[in-house]
């Protein structure tokens, strides 16, 4: 940072006062500072000059991408990662409407974003209406908070405000919008420290409701959601769980909280349902249901005089016609959690034989064509070889289609955050700019990125960002020439075959020219070797896989649901 400027003022009554200005946009970069920004990821424009010039004087590191949405999914992913906002930078107009997608990403998905966009001169300005749109309205459906800042001296308090709206419960994207000319005018105001703060915790009453519910249920089952996945939750979670022995089932992005190697797990609301882990949601007559968030598909439907649901998270509930629970437990969900396991009864003696027979049944299943070295590749041997090539801590970060399911089914997860998938949004093109993300953040941990060729090929682009940065990093690239999940719904729908066919480019000689290692691997087996090869050898590595989607429809539309009605 550039030394504060003194300057020496005459006030009216002849004494001289010491006066601290800065210029707004070297305020705007320590109030980043201040916050525990440590990069931004965008692409600037000539509105940006004045707030790069003082970033580049700063502590924090810009990664320069190749397009504003992957800037703002990698933003997206540092903030789901750290709890902390992520910060993405871009120019005004085209810059700034590149970032929408990303924006909805970050919002529906609860992670911590701040976006910064230039403007033109808001005082004076000899250019007309040139790349002129209101990007403030323009953010507003998509953000917590979204403001000009039409004078230096409201920097300070606009990025803190913007802070805290964004990395509080529930965290999101907020926007600040910097002018040009105000970038570049003087200010006295300093920068505001983020306060002490400690999330509120439930009542007492409410927790002595659900520990009451919980011990006069038969078969109590806890239900893991997105907004469970945060700091201290995970321990909190898993010693519950030890110590009450519930069994638990997961939501596509309430993966890793527990380790889904746990004997009490039962699986994954991957698909809607017809699973076999719905059966055990059937046979449950309490749902403790920790961190949901309507923004999922609902993981099960309530009736009425069906069965109880004690709904435990930050925020009291979102009712509608499929969602109505009798107790709520709000307030700090790991406060609510370690409360509730220290109140409950050791009972680790109940009869939990039929989820027992579920989960043996689901992992049965899961595991019976992991043998299968078939090419093109099963996608159930894929996520196997998969899971064996990546450490309990290592991070796999999925592009949206229909391996997803596959993942968010067969997967287990260990670790918090080690499955990044976007159930809420579903955006495709976010599987590669998440894995640089996470691959900056957590620089000693294995991350791949897991994309369909469709999906891949919305942000490829990023792939010389990965060199540039020099990261070590695996991208698969999963072949069925076609928009593969679409089609999947086209057949369940009994419509014709139509519209969703198409080319694709050679990915190893795609991969080479971007200065990456390109592979093609025909065989479940072959990928293991190569994906192992790959890591060791360190550098961005491409490995194409033609996966074998034909039994898609006949296993999780008829198989799935025949074998858990057996049950
Ligand atoms: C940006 C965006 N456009 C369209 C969709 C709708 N959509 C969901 S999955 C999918 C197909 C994905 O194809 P691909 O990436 O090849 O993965 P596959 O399903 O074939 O494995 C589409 C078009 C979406 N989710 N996001
Ligand atoms: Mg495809």
């Given at each position: 940072m550039q030394p504060m400027v003194v300057l020496s003022k005459a006030v009216g009554n002849h004494r001289h006062k010491e006066l601290c200005t800065v210029k707004a946009s070297d305020l705007f970069v320590k109030a980043l500072e201040n916050e525990g920004v440590k990069y931004i990821f965008g692409i600037p424009g000539e509105e940006n000059l004045g707030f790069l010039e003082s970033l580049s004087r700063s502590s924090i590191r810009l990664v320069l991408v190749r397009h504003e949405q992957a800037a703002g999914f990698m933003a997206a992913t540092c903030g789901r990662l750290t709890g902390r906002a992520g910060v993405c930078l871009s120019t005004l107009g085209p810059g700034a409407t590149n970032l929408v997608t990303a924006a909805a990403y970050a919002n529906l998905g609860a992670m911590p974003m701040v976006m910064i966009t230039g403007q033109k001169?808001?005082?004076?300005?000899?250019?007309?209406?040139?790349?002129?749109?209101d990007v403030v309205d323009m953010m507003q459906p998509l953000t917590k908070f979204t403001r000009q800042?039409?004078?230096?001296?409201l920097v300070a308090s606009s990025v803190r405000e913007a802070f805290r709206k964004a990395e509080e419960e529930r965290p999101g994207a907020v926007h600040l919008e910097l002018p040009e000319d105000i970038a570049q005018e003087q200010t006295d105001v300093p920068v505001i420290d983020p306060s002490f703060s400690r999330r509120p915790v439930a009542e007492e009453k409410a927790i002595d409701h659900a520990v009451k519910l919980i011990s006069h249920a038969r078969h109590p089952l806890l239900l893991i959601g997105?907004?469970?996945?945060?700091?201290?939750t995970s321990q909190m979670l898993r010693q519950f769980v030890d110590r009450t022995c519930i069994p638990f089932v997961t939501t596509q992005m309430g993966k890793g909280v527990v380790d889904?190697?746990?004997?009490?797990f039962i699986g994954n609301?991957?698909?809607?349902?017809?699973?076999?882990v719905h059966r055990a949601i059937d046979a449950a007559d309490v749902i403790i249901n920790v961190?949901?968030?309507?923004?999922?598909?609902?993981p099960f439907f309530m009736q009425s005089g069906g069965r109880r649901v004690i709904h435990v998270n930050f925020t009291s509930a979102e009712v509608d016609p499929v969602y109505f629970p009798q107790v709520e437990v709000i307030g700090d969900i790991a406060s609510s959690i370690q409360r509730m396991a220290e109140a409950?009864?050791?009972?680790?003696?109940?009869?939990y034989s039929y989820f027992n027979k579920v989960r043996s049944a689901l992992n049965d299943h899961i595991h019976q064509?992991?043998?299968?070295?078939r090419s093109p590749v099963y996608p159930q041997r894929l996520v196997y070889e998969v899971r064996a090539v990546m450490p309990p801590d290592g991070i796999i970060a999925l592009d949206n289609g229909m391996y997803k399911i596959w993942f968010a089914r067969n997967y287990p997860a260990?670790?918090?955050?080690?499955?990044?998938?976007?159930?809420?949004?579903?955006?495709?093109?976010a599987g590669l700019p998440s894995a640089i993300a996470a691959k900056i953040v957590n620089p000693d941990r294995r991350v791949m990125a897991i994309c369909g060729d469709g999906g891949f090929l919305?942000?490829?682009?990023?792939l010389i960002t990965a060199v540039q940065l020099g990261l070590d990093l695996v991208v698969v690239v999963l072949c069925d020439n076609a928009f593969g999940m679409v089609k999947w719904k086209q057949v369940d729908m009994a419509f014709?075959?139509?519209?969703l066919d198409f080319a694709n480019p050679d990915f190893v000689k795609y991969a080479e020219t971007y200065g990456a290692i390109g592979y093609f691997t025909e065989t479940g087996a072959q990928f293991r070797t190569v994906a192992e090869e790959a890591f060791g050898a360190g550098g961005v590595h491409l490995i194409q896989v033609p996966i074998d989607y034909t039994d898609n429809h006949r296993i999780l539309n008829r198989e799935i649901k025949e074998l858990s009605q057996q049950l």
């Open positions: 001169p808001i005082k004076t300005s000899k250019q007309g209406r040139f790349q002129i749109v800042i039409e004078s230096a001296d997105a907004g469970a996945n945060r700091k201290r889904e190697t746990n004997q009490n609301t991957a698909l809607s349902s017809n699973d076999f961190g949901h968030d309507a923004v999922e598909k609902p409950m009864p050791d009972r680790c003696g109940r009869d064509p992991t043998d299968e070295n260990n670790q918090p955050n080690t499955v990044l998938l976007d159930n809420a949004l579903a955006s495709m093109g919305m942000n490829s682009q990023e014709n075959d139509f519209g």
